[in-house]
Protein backbone atom coordinates (compact mmCIF):
# COMPACT_ATOMS: atom_id res chain seq x y z
CA UNK A 1 0.00 0.00 0.00
CA UNK A 2 1.26 3.65 -0.58
CA UNK A 3 1.66 5.75 2.04
CA UNK A 4 -1.54 7.40 3.38
CA UNK A 5 -2.50 10.55 1.68
CA UNK A 6 -2.72 13.95 3.26
CA UNK A 7 -6.23 15.00 2.67
CA UNK A 8 -7.42 18.44 2.93
CA UNK A 9 -10.88 19.23 2.36
CA UNK A 10 -12.41 22.93 0.90
CA UNK A 11 -16.42 23.13 1.95
CA UNK A 12 -18.66 26.09 2.08
CA UNK A 13 -21.76 24.11 3.72
CA UNK A 14 -23.35 21.79 5.66
CA UNK A 15 -20.25 19.21 5.08
CA UNK A 16 -22.14 15.76 4.64
CA UNK A 17 -19.42 14.15 1.68
CA UNK A 18 -16.86 15.66 4.34
CA UNK A 19 -18.32 13.67 7.24
CA UNK A 20 -18.21 10.65 4.81
CA UNK A 21 -14.95 11.14 3.86
CA UNK A 22 -13.58 11.49 7.50
CA UNK A 23 -15.28 7.98 8.40
CA UNK A 24 -13.94 6.28 5.47
CA UNK A 25 -10.58 7.51 6.34
CA UNK A 26 -11.14 6.19 10.24
CA UNK A 27 -12.49 2.90 9.30
CA UNK A 28 -9.76 2.30 6.71
CA UNK A 29 -11.60 1.99 3.25
CA UNK A 30 -9.48 5.61 2.28
CA UNK A 31 -5.73 5.11 2.70
CA UNK A 32 -5.62 8.60 3.99
CA UNK A 33 -6.61 11.32 6.36
CA UNK A 34 -8.37 14.39 6.69
CA UNK A 35 -5.57 16.75 7.82
CA UNK A 36 -7.52 20.39 7.47
CA UNK A 37 -11.17 21.33 6.79
CA UNK A 38 -10.90 25.00 5.02
CA UNK A 39 -14.21 26.78 4.68
CA UNK A 40 -15.17 29.70 2.47
CA UNK A 41 -18.08 30.01 4.74
CA UNK A 42 -17.85 31.18 8.71
CA UNK A 43 -20.77 29.31 9.68
CA UNK A 44 -20.49 26.12 7.78
CA UNK A 45 -22.01 23.24 9.52
CA UNK A 46 -18.87 21.16 7.99
CA UNK A 47 -16.78 23.32 10.38
CA UNK A 48 -18.35 22.22 13.07
CA UNK A 49 -18.00 18.26 11.69
CA UNK A 50 -14.57 18.79 11.31
CA UNK A 51 -14.14 19.84 15.07
CA UNK A 52 -16.49 16.86 16.68
CA UNK A 53 -13.27 14.78 14.89
CA UNK A 54 -10.25 16.84 15.60
CA UNK A 55 -9.51 17.47 12.84
CA UNK A 56 -7.75 21.49 12.41
CA UNK A 57 -11.03 23.68 10.49
CA UNK A 58 -10.44 27.31 9.69
CA UNK A 59 -12.85 30.05 7.38
CA UNK A 60 -10.97 32.58 5.61
CA UNK A 61 -12.74 35.64 5.15
CA UNK A 62 -13.69 37.10 1.77
CA UNK A 63 -15.58 40.68 3.11
CA UNK A 64 -12.57 43.81 3.20
CA UNK A 65 -11.97 44.50 -0.67
CA UNK A 66 -8.21 43.77 0.81
CA UNK A 67 -9.63 39.61 2.06
CA UNK A 68 -11.03 39.71 -1.48
CA UNK A 69 -8.07 40.39 -3.53
CA UNK A 70 -6.11 38.41 -1.35
CA UNK A 71 -8.22 35.34 -0.74
CA UNK A 72 -6.69 32.84 -2.81
CA UNK A 73 -3.58 33.86 -2.48
CA UNK A 74 -4.03 33.67 1.49
CA UNK A 75 -6.17 30.18 0.48
CA UNK A 76 -2.79 28.71 -1.17
CA UNK A 77 -0.54 29.64 1.66
CA UNK A 78 -2.44 27.89 4.26
CA UNK A 79 -3.58 24.93 2.10
CA UNK A 80 0.42 24.65 1.20
CA UNK A 81 1.14 24.52 5.40
CA UNK A 82 -0.71 21.24 5.32
CA UNK A 83 1.33 19.25 2.46
CA UNK A 84 -1.34 17.99 1.01
CA UNK A 85 -1.54 14.79 -1.46
CA UNK A 86 -5.04 15.65 -2.25
CA UNK A 87 -7.24 18.53 -2.01
CA UNK A 88 -11.01 17.68 -2.39
CA UNK A 89 -13.87 20.18 -3.03
CA UNK A 90 -16.34 18.80 -1.43
CA UNK A 91 -19.85 21.28 -1.51
CA UNK A 92 -16.47 24.17 -2.65
CA UNK A 93 -18.49 27.11 -3.85
CA UNK A 94 -16.50 29.11 -4.78
CA UNK A 95 -14.39 29.23 -7.69
CA UNK A 96 -10.65 28.96 -7.84
CA UNK A 97 -8.18 31.00 -9.60
CA UNK A 98 -5.62 29.74 -12.08
CA UNK A 99 -2.84 30.09 -9.70
CA UNK A 100 -4.28 27.87 -7.21
CA UNK A 101 -4.73 25.53 -9.98
CA UNK A 102 -1.58 25.45 -10.92
CA UNK A 103 0.71 25.08 -7.55
CA UNK A 104 -1.78 21.97 -6.94
CA UNK A 105 -1.97 20.57 -10.44
CA UNK A 106 -3.39 17.19 -10.53
CA UNK A 107 -3.95 17.25 -6.69
CA UNK A 108 -7.24 18.57 -7.15
CA UNK A 109 -10.67 17.09 -7.58
CA UNK A 110 -14.26 18.10 -6.79
CA UNK A 111 -17.67 16.59 -6.77
CA UNK A 112 -20.39 18.24 -8.90
CA UNK A 113 -24.41 17.28 -8.74
CA UNK A 114 -24.90 16.85 -11.92
CA UNK A 115 -23.96 14.13 -14.60
CA UNK A 116 -21.85 16.44 -16.62
CA UNK A 117 -20.76 18.15 -19.27
CA UNK A 118 -24.39 18.75 -18.58
CA UNK A 119 -25.11 21.60 -16.33
CA UNK A 120 -21.85 23.00 -14.81
CA UNK A 121 -22.37 25.72 -12.60
CA UNK A 122 -25.38 26.03 -9.82
CA UNK A 123 -29.12 24.83 -9.59
CA UNK A 124 -28.18 21.63 -11.37
CA UNK A 125 -31.41 19.81 -9.75
CA UNK A 126 -34.12 22.14 -11.06
CA UNK A 127 -32.61 22.26 -14.90
CA UNK A 128 -32.13 18.41 -15.18
CA UNK A 129 -36.18 18.41 -13.84
CA UNK A 130 -37.09 21.36 -16.30
CA UNK A 131 -35.24 19.57 -19.35
CA UNK A 132 -37.18 16.50 -18.19
CA UNK A 133 -34.85 14.51 -17.92
CA UNK A 134 -34.71 10.85 -17.13
CA UNK A 135 -32.08 10.51 -14.78
CA UNK A 136 -29.59 13.02 -13.01
CA UNK A 137 -26.25 12.48 -10.68
CA UNK A 138 -22.91 13.17 -9.98
CA UNK A 139 -19.52 13.73 -11.06
CA UNK A 140 -16.57 13.71 -9.14
CA UNK A 141 -13.96 15.41 -11.77
CA UNK A 142 -10.07 17.25 -11.61
CA UNK A 143 -10.08 20.19 -11.57
CA UNK A 144 -8.53 22.19 -14.32
CA UNK A 145 -9.46 25.78 -14.87
CA UNK A 146 -12.20 25.28 -16.89
CA UNK A 147 -15.39 25.76 -14.68
CA UNK A 148 -16.57 22.06 -13.75
CA UNK A 149 -14.86 20.92 -16.57
CA UNK A 150 -11.79 19.01 -16.07
CA UNK A 151 -11.39 15.37 -16.59
CA UNK A 152 -13.68 12.99 -15.78
CA UNK A 153 -12.83 10.43 -12.68
CA UNK A 154 -16.13 8.44 -11.96
CA UNK A 155 -20.16 9.31 -12.99
CA UNK A 156 -23.27 7.62 -10.87
CA UNK A 157 -26.77 8.08 -11.84
CA UNK A 158 -30.28 7.88 -10.45
CA UNK A 159 -33.60 7.91 -12.00
CA UNK A 160 -35.46 11.70 -12.01
CA UNK A 161 -39.69 10.59 -10.93
CA UNK A 162 -42.68 12.96 -12.63
CA UNK A 163 -43.57 15.06 -10.01
CA UNK A 164 -39.77 15.17 -8.16
CA UNK A 165 -39.20 18.33 -6.73
CA UNK A 166 -35.55 19.63 -6.70
CA UNK A 167 -35.37 18.81 -2.62
CA UNK A 168 -36.19 15.27 -3.80
CA UNK A 169 -34.12 15.41 -6.26
CA UNK A 170 -30.90 16.61 -4.55
CA UNK A 171 -31.92 13.96 -1.50
CA UNK A 172 -31.43 10.95 -4.30
CA UNK A 173 -28.34 12.52 -5.70
CA UNK A 174 -26.34 13.36 -2.03
CA UNK A 175 -26.87 9.43 -1.53
CA UNK A 176 -25.46 8.21 -4.40
CA UNK A 177 -22.76 11.36 -3.69
CA UNK A 178 -21.29 10.26 -0.67
CA UNK A 179 -20.86 6.23 -1.65
CA UNK A 180 -19.44 7.33 -4.82
CA UNK A 181 -17.06 10.27 -3.36
CA UNK A 182 -15.43 7.45 -1.01
CA UNK A 183 -14.62 5.31 -3.69
CA UNK A 184 -13.14 7.67 -6.21
CA UNK A 185 -11.12 8.94 -3.07
CA UNK A 186 -9.99 5.63 -2.30
CA UNK A 187 -8.90 4.67 -5.63
CA UNK A 188 -7.15 7.66 -5.88
CA UNK A 189 -5.50 7.23 -2.53
CA UNK A 190 -4.64 3.68 -3.44
CA UNK A 191 -2.45 4.66 -6.78
CA UNK A 192 -5.11 2.74 -8.75
CA UNK A 193 -6.31 5.87 -10.45
CA UNK A 194 -3.74 8.36 -11.97
CA UNK A 195 -3.53 11.63 -14.23
CA UNK A 196 -1.30 12.41 -16.67
CA UNK A 197 -1.90 15.75 -18.98
CA UNK A 198 -5.70 14.85 -19.82
CA UNK A 199 -6.21 11.53 -19.46
CA UNK A 200 -7.13 9.45 -16.36
CA UNK A 201 -5.88 5.79 -15.97
CA UNK A 202 -7.86 3.24 -14.19
CA UNK A 203 -5.42 0.62 -13.06
CA UNK A 204 -3.34 1.27 -15.55
CA UNK A 205 -5.81 1.17 -18.72
CA UNK A 206 -7.03 4.45 -20.03
CA UNK A 207 -10.38 6.16 -19.15
CA UNK A 208 -13.20 7.08 -21.45
CA UNK A 209 -14.15 10.64 -21.17
CA UNK A 210 -17.44 9.60 -19.12
CA UNK A 211 -14.81 8.31 -16.07
CA UNK A 212 -15.51 5.31 -14.26
CA UNK A 213 -19.42 4.24 -13.95
CA UNK A 214 -19.90 4.08 -10.58
CA UNK A 215 -23.54 2.26 -11.10
CA UNK A 216 -21.57 -0.75 -13.24
CA UNK A 217 -18.68 -0.94 -10.43
CA UNK A 218 -21.55 -1.21 -7.84
CA UNK A 219 -23.53 -4.13 -10.36
CA UNK A 220 -19.63 -5.83 -10.34
CA UNK A 221 -19.39 -6.00 -6.67
C1 LIG B 1 -23.23 18.55 -2.80
O1 LIG B 1 -24.42 18.19 -3.42
C2 LIG B 1 -22.16 18.85 -3.85
O2 LIG B 1 -22.23 18.03 -4.97
C3 LIG B 1 -22.50 20.27 -4.20
O3 LIG B 1 -22.83 20.89 -2.98
C4 LIG B 1 -23.38 19.91 -2.10
C5 LIG B 1 -22.62 19.96 -0.81
O4 LIG B 1 -23.22 19.14 0.17
N1 LIG B 1 -21.39 20.91 -4.86
C6 LIG B 1 -21.54 21.85 -5.78
O5 LIG B 1 -22.62 22.25 -6.15
C7 LIG B 1 -20.25 22.39 -6.33
N2 LIG B 1 -20.47 23.14 -7.51
P1 LIG B 1 -22.44 18.83 1.51
O6 LIG B 1 -21.90 20.17 2.04
O7 LIG B 1 -23.48 18.24 2.42
O8 LIG B 1 -21.33 17.88 1.21
Do not use: W
Not at 59 to 72: L, S
Request: aromatic share 6%; hydrophobic share 40%.
Amino acid sequence: MPKKYRIVVLISGRGSNLQAIVEACLSGIINGAVCAVISSNQNALGLERAAKFNIPNSFIAKNTNEQKKNYDKHLCEVVRTYQPDLIVLAGYMKILNADFISMFRDKIVNIHPSLLPKYPGLNTHLRAINAKDKKSGATVHFVTEELDGGPIIMQGSVPIFSNDSSEQLSRRVLEIEHKMLVTAISLICAEKIKKRKDTIYFENKKLSKKGISFNHLMEQR
